[in-house]
Every structure is written in C-alpha cells, then in structure tokens.
C-alpha cells in the first residue's frame, strides 16, 4: 500500500493491521477487521454528532472553516453574491457548472411555471390555527405536497427527479409565502411569473389592493444575495438529513421536509429568530457588558456566535454585514445592528471567545436585515428554508448517482441490560 496506508496495532492482541488512505482518509469499515477473537464483532468509531466523520464524498460544496473560505462548485461564495443571481446560483448547485443565457432562460421559465400551488393546498393551509408558526406550516405543506405527486416516487428516474426538484425550487417560495399571509389574516396572492423569483415572492408576501406589485429593486436584490448564502453549507444537520431520509429512497418532497423540520431548531438555521429575541432582550448597548458574563458563566449562549465548521470569520456574515446599508439606506437604519456591532466588538476582544475560536455566523446579522425588510422574527428560518431548498436537492441528486449510496444507518454502543426474564 506505499504510504498511502495507517498501520494500526492493536496492543490487546499485538496485532497490526495496515489500512489504505483515500483522499487521506480511512473506510470506518476497514476498523471491523480488528477483533480479539473469531466472534468479535470488531472495532467501530464511536462519534456522536459525527464531529468527524465524513458520510459521503460531494463536489457541491467547499469549506474551509479556519481560513474562512466558502465556495460553491469552486467558486467563491463572495464572488457569487456579487456577480450572480439566486436563480444562477441554484442552477450552479443543481447541475455544476454556471448556466450560459440561454440554460438560465430556459431554467428560469421552468422555474416559474411550477410556482403555483393546487387549490387544495391553499385550503390545506387555511386549516392551520392563526397562531401557527411558519416554520411548521412549512414543513408541514412540503410534506402535503407530496400527497399530490405520486410519481415523486420514482427517485430512480433521473427525468423525475430533476422535475421535483424545479416544482420544489419553484413553490418553496408560494408556500413560504401563504404561511406569511396566514399568519396576517391576509388572502393569498398568486404568484406573478413575469416577475424574478425573489421579486415575485415580495408580491406574494406584501401585495395589497395594487393591480401589480414591484418590489423596490434594491431590497429584491438584497434579498437575492442572502438567499445566495444560504443556498448550501455542505453536509450540516439539515442536509445531513435530507441524505439520511433520502436514503431510505423515500420521495423528495418528504425528504425535504424532514430537512426543514431539522433547519427549524434554534442551533441550526432557527438562530436567527433567536438572535432577535437575545438582541431585544439585551435593549441597550450599556445591558451588553453583563449580558456576555452571564453568557461566560455558562448560563446561555451567545446565538449567532460560533460554528461546528467555521473557526474564523464566517464569510457570509460579513457579505450580510455589507449588505445591511444598502437595505438600510431604503428602510431607515434599524438600530439593534448597532447592539449587535457593539456585542461582536466586545465578544471578539474577549478571551472566552477568542479562545473557543467563535466567530458571527451568518445567522448573526441575518435577522436585522429581515427585520428592517418587514419581517417578524418568526418568518427567519422560513426565508432560510426557501433557498436552502436547491442546497438539499443537490445533495439529494448527488446521493441519488452515488454508487456507494446504501440507506444510512449507524451503529450504537449498547450500555442497557443483559437478558433478562418477566417475572
Ligand atoms: N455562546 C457561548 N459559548 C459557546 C457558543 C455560543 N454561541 N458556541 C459554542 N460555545 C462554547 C461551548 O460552550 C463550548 O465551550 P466549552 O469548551 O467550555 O465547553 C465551546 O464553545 C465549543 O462549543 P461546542 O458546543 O462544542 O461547539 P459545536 O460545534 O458542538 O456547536 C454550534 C456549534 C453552532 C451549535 C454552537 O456554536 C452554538 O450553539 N451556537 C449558537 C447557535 C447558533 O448561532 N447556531 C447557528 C449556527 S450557523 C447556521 C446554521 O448552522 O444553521
């Protein structure tokens, strides 16, 4: 095997075994052949959380988290916020390579003839209480959708599946949408497909009595850009998911709604909405020095700080910290960005986070442009959901190809009881 090899020995037997590197790491497998006796059943790696286990191999997306790099298909995320669209960016995932005009008109209009939802879903969700939250409106409704595409089934035809994936990118945002009216007592607004994708899901969230609703050009293109960063992050909690259901060959549109149930959980994308409260909660910049000793003490945390990955810089929060004044310029300055400048000042001079390595992550600054655009916090991780979806699918696509796809399922370390008889 050259060098391209680990020797292990195993210092209850004496015994060495010589495991082949690929791409610098080992097949967890390999680790079965090392047993004590015939009937052993052989050596696993115990990792909760997969701190460091690699699931799968993926050329989506790339991570460097101590240099703070992050690229889609090699390209860097900053250069695709600043150059492309969502739209592109999506196609970018899903297929590889950055469309030409044509791929991304051709594109672009299969996106928009899928936006419509049927009219049983509308009525699906009229059925939710006013108070429901978004989040579980959506997750909900991505699961209902399924009800209605039975040949989503078919994960093994490449056609079907590419056709899932264009109706989910293409109602995530109606869906998403509908919640918002919902939980505004508002009627629903059909989605307008002359407009962009994130022009048309401002006109499904804030139309009124006008007979054509143009979002302000700036703030759909802000918007663009945060959907741009949250368009994939590798295999994190969500996307891990959606590969795990989906392994289990189950349809798309449950598979992803078992990804966005995931994304709803405050250490996940459901942060942002947490930031907000913590932002408020803290109310003035002289409440900021004893909110983050009692965060030292160990009696909260600081939401937004720190990533599994990333130990610098997340470099989305600081393409978002560029964009707050373009939206700021637009809606007036929303004041808790100066909270939250001022806690990043201090967390970063602090030893208890200079030493932990945590950083802003992207979920930090995220909410205030949100909330300057008109949202309420609980409508943050929905507007995470919605371009998360082409991240999911291109994973999911990926799996689906893989040879070395099997349904995921990892092994435990039993502690309970031996046998034992009901008396
Ligand atoms: N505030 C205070 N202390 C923290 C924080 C925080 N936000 N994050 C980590 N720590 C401490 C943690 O207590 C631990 O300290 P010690 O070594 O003394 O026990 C140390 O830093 C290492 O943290 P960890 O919990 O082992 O790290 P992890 O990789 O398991 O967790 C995380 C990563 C993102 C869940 C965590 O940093 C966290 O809970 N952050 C706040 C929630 C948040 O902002 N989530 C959004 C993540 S980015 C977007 C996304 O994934 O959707």
Same mark, same amino acid.
């Given at each position: 095997?050259? *060098?391209?090899?680990?020797?292990?020995?195993?210092? /209850?037997?004496?015994?060495?075994?010589?495991?082949?590197?690929?791409?610098?790491?080992?097949?967890?497998?390999?680790?079965?052949?090392? =047993?004590?006796? !015939?009937?052993?059943?052989?050596?696993?790696? @115990?990792?909760?959380?997969?701190?460091?286990?690699?699931?799968?191999?993926?050329?989506?997306?790339?991570?460097?988290?101590?240099?703070?790099?992050?690229?889609?298909?090699?390209?860097?995320? !900053?250069?695709?916020?600043?150059?492309?669209?969502?739209?592109?960016?999506?196609?970018?995932?899903? @297929?590889?390579? +950055?469309?030409?005009?044509?791929?991304?008109?051709?594109?672009?209009?299969?996106?928009?003839?899928?936006?419509?939802?049927?009219?049983?879903?509308?009525? #699906?969700?009229?059925?939710?209480? @006013?108070?429901?939250?978004?989040?579980?409106?959506?997750?909900?409704?991505?699961?209902?959708?399924?009800?209605?595409?039975?040949?989503?089934?078919?994960?093994?035809?490449?056609?079907?599946?590419?056709?899932?994936?264009?109706?989910?990118?293409?109602?995530?945002?109606?869906?998403?949408?509908?919640? #918002?009216?919902?939980?505004?007592?508002?009627?629903?607004?059909?989605?307008? *497909?002359?407009?962009?994708?994130?022009?048309? %899901?401002?006109?499904? +969230?804030?139309?009124?009595?006008?007979?054509? %609703?143009?979002? *302000?050009?700036?703030?759909?293109?802000? +918007?663009?850009?945060?959907?741009?960063?949250?368009?994939?992050?590798?295999?994190?909690?969500?996307?891990?998911?959606?590969?795990?259901?989906?392994?289990?060959?189950?349809?798309?549109?449950?598979?992803?709604?078992?990804?966005?149930?995931?994304?709803?959980?405050?250490?996940?994308?459901?942060?942002?909405?947490?930031?907000?409260?913590?932002?408020?909660?803290?109310?003035? $910049?002289?409440? $900021?020095?004893?909110?983050?000793?009692?965060? =030292? =003490?160990?009696?909260?945390?600081?939401?937004?700080?720190?990533?599994?990955?990333?130990?610098? @810089?997340?470099?989305?929060?600081?393409?978002?910290? !560029?964009?707050?004044?373009?939206?700021?310029?637009?809606?007036?300055?929303?004041?808790?960005?100066?909270?939250?400048?001022?806690?990043?000042?201090?967390?970063?001079?602090?030893?208890? #986070?200079? =030493?932990?390595?945590?950083?802003?992550?992207?979920? &930090?600054?995220?909410?205030?442009?949100?909330?300057?655009?008109?949202?309420?916090?609980?409508?943050?991780?929905?507007? &995470?959901?919605?371009? /998360?979806?082409?991240?999911?699918?291109?994973?999911?696509?990926?799996?689906?190809?893989?040879?070395?796809?099997?349904?995921?399922?990892?092994?435990?370390?039993?502690?309970?009881?031996? !046998? /034992?008889?009901?008396?």
């Amino acid at each position: 095997m050259g *060098n391209e090899s680990l020797t292990i020995t195993d210092n /209850r037997t004496g015994k060495s075994y010589e495991l082949p590197l690929k791409h610098g790491n080992i097949r967890a497998m390999d680790l079965r052949q090392i =047993k004590t006796t !015939e009937k052993d059943f052989g050596v696993m790696s @115990y990792d909760p959380a997969f701190l460091n286990t690699a699931a799968c191999e993926s050329r989506i997306t790339f991570i460097d988290g101590d240099l703070g790099i992050l690229r889609y298909r090699g390209y860097p995320i !900053e250069q695709l916020a600043a150059k492309c669209s969502y739209l592109e960016t999506a196609y970018l995932l899903l @297929y590889g390579e +950055l469309p030409d005009e044509k791929k991304l008109s051709d594109f672009t209009a299969r996106v928009a003839r899928h936006t419509f939802i049927h009219e049983n879903m509308k009525k #699906f969700m009229e059925g939710f209480r @006013y108070d429901a939250h978004p989040m579980s409106m959506l997750v909900s409704s991505i699961a209902a959708l399924s009800s209605f595409y039975p040949d989503a089934r078919e994960v093994h035809n490449p056609e079907v599946r590419e056709l899932m994936a264009i109706r989910l990118i293409a109602k995530i945002p109606t869906i998403a949408a509908y919640a #918002f009216r919902h939980t505004n007592g508002l009627p629903f607004v059909y989605p307008d *497909n002359e407009l962009s994708y994130t022009a048309n %899901f401002m006109n499904m +969230l804030w139309k009124m009595a006008e007979p054509k %609703f143009l979002a *302000n050009p700036v703030l759909a293109h802000a +918007l663009d850009i945060l959907f741009i960063l949250h368009a994939d992050h590798e295999q994190n909690c969500s996307t891990s998911t959606m590969r795990v259901v989906g392994s289990s060959q189950a349809d798309p549109f449950l598979s992803m709604a078992a990804a966005a149930s995931a994304l709803s959980g405050p250490l996940h994308g459901g942060a942002n909405e947490e930031v907000l409260r913590m932002i408020d909660e803290i109310g003035s $910049i002289e409440h $900021i020095p004893a909110f983050i000793e009692s965060v =030292k =003490k160990g009696e909260r945390k600081l939401m937004g700080f720190g990533h599994r990955v990333y130990k610098n @810089y997340d470099p989305r929060a600081q393409v978002i910290k !560029e964009t707050a004044d373009s939206v700021f310029a637009v809606t007036g300055r929303n004041p808790k960005v100066d909270i939250a400048r001022e806690i990043e000042k201090i967390a970063l001079s602090d030893e208890y #986070f200079v =030493k932990r390595r945590l950083y802003p992550n992207v979920d &930090f600054y995220s909410g205030i442009i949100y909330e300057a655009m008109g949202f309420r916090p609980e409508m943050f991780t929905v507007l &995470f959901a919605i371009p /998360r979806t082409s991240g999911w699918l291109a994973h999911w696509e990926e799996q689906s190809k893989d040879a070395d796809t099997k349904i995921s399922r990892p092994r435990q370390v039993y502690l309970g009881s031996g !046998e /034992r008889n009901v008396k």
